[in-house]
């Protein structure tokens, strides 16, 4: 159980084009979701929390208008990088949880994206 | 900032026991500690969680101390498909993961 799926997994296009991300819960329901940035041989970076029906939550640097979010269902939230450029390219991991604030997050595979 | 502190990194030889240690001195008494680890290009996986009692499932136990300032995951018997980035965490906020440096266990044949 808690599965969650996260597409694409790899994804290469050209600078200035947007990509778009999918994470999606396949057995639970997930009320909150958080998305993730991992540079090579670094930890994981929170980038902003997501509730289904409301905005999401940026954290502290982070920008809203470069990285849309939204969670328009339980079961799905997407990641748009817009007008992507080279310094975008990195592993983005989402995750879900049930909103039980003791469970734990279950997260996706991860999506690397290469901007050339 | 990480709640959390780890050693960057281990050695453990198969089919030994390896020991995690993670120290969380700040943690308040309702917090969980969560252990997840990550495999190379892999988002990270749940391994398990605790509050004050130790726990145990398939993958592994979990100690912590009765203090609740630090605690110690366990994976009884590693093997080569263990090799990878151990993280303890605290939740900090509601829900948020801050997420530490990690421990980089390296599993030796």
């Known amino acids: 159980g808690a599965v969650v799926s996260q597409h694409p997994s790899w994804v290469i296009c050209k600078s200035g084009t947007s990509v778009k991300i999918e994470c999606r819960s396949l057995d639970f329901q997930a009320t909150t979701m958080f998305w993730y940035r991992q540079f090579p041989k670094q930890s994981l970076m929170l980038m902003a929390t997501s509730n289904e029906g409301s905005k999401a939550t940026y954290e502290q640097g982070v920008e809203k208008d470069k990285f849309l979010i939204n969670h328009a269902s339980l079961t799905l939230s997407t990641l748009t990088v817009t007008s992507a450029h080279p310094e975008d390219s990195s592993f983005y991991i989402c995750?879900?949880?049930?909103?039980?604030?003791?469970?734990?997050?279950?997260f996706g595979d991860g999506t690397r994206l290469s901007i050339l | 900032d990480a709640k959390t502190t780890q050693p960057p990194s281990m050695d453990c030889a198969e089919g030994r026991a390896a020991n995690l240690p993670c120290n969380h001195s700040t943690i308040s008494g309702n917090e969980y500690v969560y252990w997840y680890r990550q495999i190379h290009s892999q988002g990270p996986q749940y391994i398990i969680h605790g509050l004050k009692n130790n726990e145990t499932n398939e993958m592994a136990s979990l100690i912590i101390t009765e203090d609740r300032k630090s605690s110690t995951l366990i994976l009884p018997h590693a093997t080569l498909r263990d090799t990878a980035v151990y993280y303890c965490?605290?939740?900090?906020?509601?829900?948020?993961?801050?997420f530490g440096t990690g421990t980089r266990l390296k599993v030796l044949a």
């Open positions: 995750s879900a949880t049930t909103g039980d604030v003791n469970q734990p997050q279950h």
């Open positions: 965490i605290v939740r900090s906020g509601t829900y948020k993961y801050i």
